[in-house]
């Protein structure tokens, strides 16, 4: 990996995007989409970080975290974006599922 | 896999508990803890279901959703949970985050 699997969240509270998915079979141009959109995603205002693990059968969770809730609502109408949100419809997910909370509290752990 | 990947969650506002964790090497009891603790979970009042996913460098995500802060923290608290949080900081997780948050709105994609 290039980036980090954790995210440095700041201090509660800010809103979480959870989005789970089922691949398609086949890459289909996903790879490429997939390392741009987190570019971009990046430079959204607002963006505090992304989580990222698929399993091998191709069931995937994305935890995206972001200040406020507008600067969720403005990546979703970023046009690069929605052009991906096309494909995936079209052709990289099977299905998804998308849910946008508020984070009130957070601990962790490590050695 | 035994369980459906996707969890069949209410309509808002409910809660997730995103749960980040990069594995030690090694199972050391891990799995067979990890589908305890899974049953035992889908026991407790207030469970609403829980999406998992984790790639082959050894991190992932647990997303298990709850339908409000007290069934969160009652879960915590119970007996053999605790006994799996403590072996998991002993020896089963570098590292995870936790964070709890407050579901305000959902969609979803399927074919």
Redesign the interface.
Known sequence: ?SQP???S?PR?PY??V?F?S?RTDGDNGYSDMAEKMAELAAKQPGYLGV???????G???T?SFWADEQSIRSWKAVLDHLDAQNK??EKW???????????????????
Chains 1, 2 share one sequence.
């Open positions: 990996m699997a954790f995210a969240t509660p809103y979480v959870t789970s089922q989580e990222s693990a698929r399993g091998s059968d069931f995937g969770i935890n995936g419809r997910y099977e299905r998804y599922e998308v849910r946008v909370g508020k984070v009130e509290r957070a601990y962790s752990f490590g050695r």
